[in-house]
């Protein structure tokens, strides 16, 4: 950031996007610790890791688009356990809560980036895409960027805040994905036994 200034910290969002081990909780403080020292400004800061979300979300989506409703079904013929209903009942929910989950979505670590994905399997439209991706992203851009910004040498502080937060969500996800394995695993227990 300090190289490249605003574009850098674009760069390094963009990339947080395809690759979500990269933490945002991390670069985006530092952004704001770096427009408090004058390397670049604060609304450079904010326009380009904006940017950056948006253009990584972006082919995030094209990703998605390419898959297609068709291929994403057919490899999920072929996942043990994945019923193609689970698949029609997700689809469903996303025709109907999929602007508010890709606004909202934008602000919860770890589906940040995964968000994209459905919406663009389920053809939702670009321009609505665009509009409520960045409106999410700024959101939590400008939350995380104005905390490095306002919190300057201690910018780290909030990297572990938000870490306990991904943290949770993680652990959440695990919790449900387990159940959901173990009760899928049980009702195909019972039917083999029925028979």
């Known amino acids: 950031m300090e190289t490249l200034g ?3 910290a674009g760069l390094a969002i963009a990339l947080e996007n395809l690759f979500p081990p990269l933490p945002s909780e991390l670069i985006l403080p530092l952004a704001g610790f770096t427009a408090s020292r004058g390397d670049m400004t604060l609304f450079e800061a904010l326009f380009w890791t904006t940017l950056g979300s948006v253009v990584g979300a972006v082919a995030l989506y094209l990703i998605g688009a390419a ?4 291929r994403v079904r057919a490899i999920a013929a ?5 019923k193609l ?3 029609d009942r997700t689809e469903a929910w996303f025709d109907r809560h999929g602007r508010k989950a890709v606004f909202f979505g934008r602000m919860i670590p770890i589906f940040r980036s995964l968000i994209s994905i459905p919406a663009g399997v389920s053809g939702m439209s670009l321009p609505a895409f665009l509009l ?10 400008s939350a995380l960027v104005l ?5 300057g040498e201690k910018w780290h502080i909030v990297e572990s805040y938000v870490g306990v937060l991904s943290k949770v969500i993680l652990g959440a996800v695990l919790v449900a994905v387990v159940w959901w394995i173990v009760k899928r ?3 195909r227990r019972e039917g083999q036994e029925s028979r």
Not at 78 to 82: M, W
């Open 85 to 87: 209903s689970d698949v």
């Open 185 to 187: 695993l049980r009702a």
């Open 67 to 70: 898959l297609g409703r068709d």
């Open 132 to 141: 409520y991706t960045t409106a999410g992203s700024l959101i939590w851009n």
């Open 6 to 8: 605003g574009p850098g």
């Open 147 to 151: 905390s490095g910004y306002y919190l």
């Open 78 to 82: 072929k996942l043990p356990l994945v």
